[in-house]
C-alpha cells in the first residue's frame, strides 16, 4: 500500500517504520524537520515531506493524490480531523485513520464517516485489564500488547456516512531506496 502519516511524534514515526519494514510505499509528512530523527533508519525506507499536512499543496507533495491511505497522528484533535476531512473529501483516499485524545469527539468523527483510535480510551482500559487481570503482562508494548476481547477498537465509519470505502487494495512497493529517509 502506498501510505500518507501526518505527524512524525512517538506514533507516526514508530507506524511509519513499522509499515515500511512490511514492504509499504510510506510517505511523513511532519511541520519540523528535525522530528524525522525519530524515523528508525534501519526500518524506515519512506520519503519524508516538511510542511503543513492541512496544506492541499503540501499534501499533494506527499503524494495524497495517489495514495491509498492516510493517518492523521499530529497532537492536535483539531488538525487530525481538518486533515482527516481533506484527504478524504479532496483527495478521495481510500483509508483515513486519525488519532484522537479527546474521546467525547470520537461522535463526532464517525458522523463525518472517519475512523478514529482514541489513545485516551485505549489506555485506560488497558490499565484497568491490567488492574483486574494479573496473569496479564506486567509491560505492554505495541509488540507485546495483545488487545483483550472487551477492549476498544477503532471507531469505524458507518456504512451511510460520507466517506465510508472498502479496503484499499494493495499495489507493488516502487522506488524506496535502502538507508535514509528521502525529502521530496
Known sequence: MNIVILGCGR?????ASMLSQQGH???VIDQDGDAFRRL?????????VVGDG???????????????????V???DNRNIMAAQIAQ???????VVCRIYDQKREEIYRKLGLVSVSPTTLGAQMIMDQLFAPE????TTATSAQRPANAPRATPATPEAPGSRNNPATRP??????GAPRPR
Do not use: K
Not at 11 to 15: A, I
Not at 89 to 95: A, D, E, G, V, Y
Not at 173 to 178: D, Y
Open 11 to 15: 506514533v507516526g514515526s514508530t507506524l
Open 25 to 27: 510505499d510510506v510517505t
Open 40 to 48: 528508525d533508519e534501519t526500518t524506515f525506507q519512506g520519503q519524508t
Open 54 to 72: 492541512t496544506d492541499v499543496d503540501v499534501l499533494r507533495r506527499a503524494g495524497l493524490d495517489s495514495a491509498d491511505a492516510f493517518v492523521a
Open 74 to 76: 499530529t497532537n492536535g
Open 89 to 95: 473529501h479532496i483527495f478521495q483516499t481510500t483509508s
Open 136 to 139: 496479564q503482562p506486567t509491560t
Open 173 to 178: 512497493v516502487t522506488g524506496a531506496t535502502p
